[in-house]
């Protein structure tokens, strides 16, 4: 009874120690006597108990790896203290689990290290603007350095970068002296786009009052034209009536009357002019007229 225990304890251990069970995405790499033998894969697998171990159990995901602040000097002397995160995955058990003897330490090492070498050849204001220059040469020095690993390393991410108090008060009050900048130029910009919309208004309402007064003065002008028009024509035709009129019986004896009449009318106001008696020089030429008004005054009454 006792020999069935024994056999029945050693069985169960023989099947523990034999078999072994991968979940998906690890890797488990296998010794034999002390001895590399092979990497199991996912699944169901069989080993040799007590002459066959699991030395190295690795998992094949994507590992996210804080790496811890540093403060790095930059190409002008100044410290910045960087913060990153990095990325990476096992691609070969066997290479991770011999290549080093903690690849996690080698590459985190390797990343502070680099790292610095890289902000080393910046600027203070360019660690700002080309973070994704600084990841990428970080990731390619860690990937060529980690194939020896059987790690592959993905990305690499700037968590943080904080410059000295000091710096950041400079920064601050350069950022405050920009915007004060461009507030004023636009500013600036405003008052001289305002003058240049006054001064092209007056210019169009200066230009609209001279197109105004030009027409009209070219209807001022269209108008007195017109009306010298209408008053040569009535003079015309007036002209025309009374020398029709003259040709008609009697017309000459008219005229000379109305001549007459227009003689006498005229010195009549003459005599009358500052209140002084004017008499013409001539008498004669008077009587002469006034006679020729009456005779040419009865002629008409005997006609009629």
Known sequence: ??????????????????????????????????????????GLNFLWPFVDRLAYKHSLKEIPLDVPSQVCITKDNTQLTVDGILYFQVTDAMRASYGSSNFIVAITQLAQTTLRSVIGRMELDRTFEERDIINSSVVQALDEAALNWGVKVLRYEIKDLTPPAVILHAMQAQITAEREKRALIAASEGRRQEQINIATGAREAAIARSEGEKQA??????GEAAAITAVADATADAIRKIAAAIQQPGGDQAVQLKVAEKAVDAYAQLAKTNNTMIVPGNMGEVSGLIGTAMALMKSVSAKT
Do not use: C, D
């Open 1 to 42: 009874m006792e020999f069935a225990i024994v056999l029945l304890v050693v069985a169960v251990v023989f099947i523990v120690q034999s078999v072994k069970v991968v979940p998906q995405q690890n890797a488990w790499v296998v010794e034999r006597l002390g001895k590399y033998h092979g990497t199991l894969t996912p």
């Open 217 to 222: 003065e070219i209807n001022k002008a269209v």
